[in-house]
């Protein structure tokens, strides 16, 4: 039966901030509301971890008997996907989504079991904790020093019907631990001391609350978007500051700074407006990069915007991201602009504001001239209304003053300050205003001025030709000032495309050229609502498609571009296709990785038996030759020091080419395992008895119940005959090495502690490096493979190895192992 025939199921996920805090049990209580409520409950697998109050909790829940599989020798549980899709319960309880499964079923993770599960129309609940997200991965480990094998991809959770998240402070899941109710007695004291510490606990709880946030807002903006509510809602304070360039901008920076800290968890946003026809009105690319950096110091985002009206481009940002408060200075018209009728980017920014709280910040620059333009135009409203009016009225004001003076002045001067008019309206307001002030003087100089007056004729031909040369002069005039005004705008055209394009090239080189950040960023450029990266051109009409590779196509959609953003939009694709293209090489290197990685093993390799092979050949073969040689007669203590030395080469020379062939084997993915469950003294009594070292010198610490491990015995006594040897070579005389051995959730640790000269920070991972040796000065203790094969044949097994510093002075060899489940009963 298909999925589309039954309907997917729902998936509901508990998101654990730690191990212990209860998602289990609290994933059982879900389970038993909906079973009184009469709904086919089903556990299909629940991990009690041994717990007493999550097994009772448990009880009078139906639960699937796990399906046995063998892996290595060992015999494991699991969940029996075919049982339960054959059971078909309305809800199937499925614990740890993280699972890693036993090989043998359908698929190798366990969130791949529910997908198959929804789809077949069964509702799921289930438990995860947040460090076993893909995304924070990096980041738990960082803080724990713990890294985590099993992950999932966040979009699986992401998905989920719903997300529950449970939490506990540290400090109470620290008193659950001390009383025992997550692990076993013998597991407290070193979980307590490493993972539970109250730091970690501390930032994986604010890691759950800051991603079930971000999980909650996008639900929010997909709801708001679904239903198409554009108005706001105050979930939380999101400040946006208008931002011009001017030297007002950090008095506002930090006005909408103190706004956003009055709400925790307020948002601070700056946003430039850039005009696609480029009037940028005196902003400063350096005063902006300043702001930026200002704004980034105060946890706030910088955005740069393209919009032809900085009033309604502005408001649509701030509604697009759902702003609750809008800062911006006061008006910088002076008081003769404000006399003139049109409303300042101000008061329209107000009207268009609807819901959202605006604050008219008052600065020292205020009233002292505009930054921000107001419209798409070439020359601001006020002159736009004031050419032709005064095109119309000051020559008829010129008029009346002549008339006044008609005995002084003869019909050239006349005609000469008719031109002067004309030529000030044409600076005024343009070729329009112009053509208005040249009929209006023509018509005024022919009735009132050239003979006969008062007629609209003309009785000379010198006059007709004074007149034309009058029009022809003020039309050419008007041209060339509007030809200006035109050259103008076109370079600043030029310069507001260059700073867009500074803008996105300062982003890349702080390191923002991921391509969902160009994509994010070419959005909100464009005020755009939706920018994707598309295999084949979207069947959206109204989207905008760009091409930006063989195989890629840009998709924006939100409204028409004009050709002057299109042009922009162009440089964007750019860096996208660039960025594709890194992405592309970056694949092709990774695969390329490994074929260099054995090329500088094998030369490596090469370099280092030239010295380290010919030292115990050398040495055997000098021994055996005395011996043989019969020009000398030895005594009984000398033949027995020479076959000595010959056999201490010789297992040196055996030790280390199996060290080589065993890296060799790691390296090739060849080396042959046999996993079974280990205790812990069938392999350390051999591995330290293998050691050239006084017994004294030794303190081993084992906790009572450290479960065995899954690990190849010859193995694990290798690495720690290995780890062992490192640590007396380098700890000082009269000073003991100390072997621990505890156990810590599921696996189990082996501590190897020396009081040695240590390793620094920046050298450690260097001396996992084959062929490296502490301070690579000494090349007669072997090649340097010890570490290096050691770390190697602990993650074949599935364990790590990882050193720290000891307390006092020293270094601490971590083991970490797998401890072997419990078998099926």
């Known amino acids: 039966m298909t999925e589309s025939a039954v309907g997917r199921g729902r998936l509901k996920v508990f998101l654990g901030a730690a191990p212990g805090v209860g998602k289990t049990y609290r994933m059982l209580d879900e389970a038993h509301r909906r079973a009184l409520r009469g709904i086919d409950v089903v556990a299909a697998t629940v991990e009690c971890h041994q717990r007493p109050l999550t097994e009772e909790r448990l009880k009078g829940l139906e639960v699937l008997p796990p399906v046995a599989r063998f892996h290595r020798g060992a015999e494991f549980g699991g969940l029996d996907l075919d049982a339960l899709l054959r059971r078909r319960p309305q809800v199937a309880l499925v614990d740890e989504l993280a699972h890693t499964n036993v090989p043998g079923g359908r698929h190798t993770k366990r969130w791949q079991d529910i997908e198959e599960i929804l789809a077949s129309g069964i509702d799921v609940v289930t438990a995860v904790n947040i460090q076993h997200l893909e995304s924070l991965n990096d980041v738990v480990e960082r803080i724990t020093d713990v890294p985590q094998r099993e992950t999932i991809p966040d979009e699986v959770v992401r998905r989920a019907d719903q997300i529950e998240l449970i939490d506990m402070p540290a400090e109470a899941l620290r008193r659950r631990m001390a009383h025992g109710n997550i692990y076993a007695p013998e597991k407290i004291d070193a979980a307590l001391s490493n993972y539970f510490r109250p730091g970690n606990l501390t930032a994986l709880r604010e890691l759950a609350l800051l991603w079930v946030a971000g999980r909650v807002d996008e639900a929010l903006q997909k709801y708001r978007s679904e239903h198409g509510i554009g108005r706001v809602w105050e979930t939380r304070e999101r400040v946006v500051v208008a931002l011009t360039g001017g030297a007002e901008g950090e008095t506002l920076i930090r006005r909408a700074a103190r706004i956003a800290d009055r709400s925790a968890g307020g948002d601070l946003l700056a946003v430039h407006i850039v005009r696609s026809d480029g009037l940028t009105g005196g902003a400063s690319s350096a005063s902006l990069a300043h702001q930026r950096a200002l704004v980034e110091s105060l946890g706030g985002s910088y955005h740069s915007v393209v919009g032809d009206d900085v009033a309604t481009a502005l408001t649509e940002f701030a509604h697009a991201e759902n702003a609750t408060q809008l800062v911006l200075g006061t008006s910088r018209r002076r008081r003769l602009e404000r006399l003139l009728p049109g409303r300042g980017i101000g008061e329209t920014i107000v009207e268009l504001s609807q819901d959202i709280d605006v604050h008219m910040v008052t600065h020292e620059r205020a009233g002292g001239g505009r930054l921000l333009p107001s419209r798409r135009r070439t020359l601001p409203t006020a002159r736009l209304i004031a050419g032709p009016v005064s095109g119309l009225f000051l020559p008829i004001a010129l008029t009346f003053l002549l008339d006044n003076t008609r005995d002084s002045l003869n019909l050239t001067s006349e005609a000469l300050l008719f031109l002067v008019v004309v030529v000030g309206v044409a600076c005024v307001g343009g070729v329009v205003s112009a053509l208005v002030a040249s009929v209006t003087a023509s018509l005024l100089l022919n009735y009132w001025f050239i003979p006969p007056i008062r007629e609209f004729t003309i009785a000379e031909p010198n006059n007709i030709l004074a007149l034309l040369v009058f029009a022809i002069v003020a039309a050419t005039v008007a041209a060339i000032v509007d030809r200006s005004l035109r050259l103008s705008r076109r370079a600043a055209s030029a310069t507001a495309e260059a700073e867009t394009l500074s803008s996105l090239a300062g982003s890349i080189v702080r390191g923002d050229q991921a ?153 090739a993915g060849a080396l042959p395992l046999n996993l079974r469950a280990t205790a812990l003294d069938e392999v350390l009594p051999a591995a330290l008895d293998s050691l ?37 070579r380098y700890t000082p005389p009269g000073q003991p090495v100390v072997i621990t051995a505890s156990a810590l959730a599921d696996r189990v640790e082996f501590r190897i502690i020396d009081r040695g000269p240590g390793l620094p920070a920046t050298n450690r991972e260097r001396a996992f490096v084959p062929f ?37 002075g020293g270094l601490t060899m971590t083991l970490s192992l797998p401890a072997v489940a419990r078998k099926v009963s």
């Open 515 to 667: 391509i969902p950040a160009l994509l994010e960023r070419t959005r909100e450029t464009f005020s755009m609502t939706s920018a994707e990266l598309l295999t084949q051109p979207a069947s959206d009409d109204d989207a905008i498609h760009v091409p930006v590779g063989p195989d890629a196509h840009l998709v924006l959609r939100g409204r028409t571009l004009p050709a002057s953003e299109l042009r922009v939009l162009t440089a964007f694709t750019a860096h996208v296709a660039a960025a594709l293209e890194r992405a592309r090489l970056a694949e092709a290197a990774a695969e390329v990785e490994p074929v260099r990685a054995a090329d500088r093993m094998r030369t490596a390799l090469l370099a280092a038996v030239s010295h380290d092979l010919r030292t115990p050949l050398a040495a055997g073969w000098a021994a055996i030759s005395s011996l043989r040689s019969a020009e000398v007669e030895f005594s009984e203590e000398d033949r027995g020091e020479l076959l000595a030395t010959a056999e201490e080469s010789m297992a040196r020379l055996n030790r280390l080419v199996d060290n080589l062939l065993d890296m060799s084997r790691l390296q």
């Open 692 to 728: 050239p070292c006084d017994p004294s010198t030794l303190e081993v610490r084992i906790s009572e119940g450290v479960p065995a491990v899954l690990a190849d015995p010859p193995l694990l006594e290798r690495i720690i005959a290995n780890l062992v040897g490192n640590a007396v």
């Open 772 to 808: 490296q040796r502490l301070g690579d000065t000494d090349n007669t203790t072997g090649v340097g493979l010890g570490l290096a094969l050691a770390r190697g044949l602990a993650e074949a097994m599935g364990g790590n190895l990882a050193p720290e510093d000891t307390p006092g």
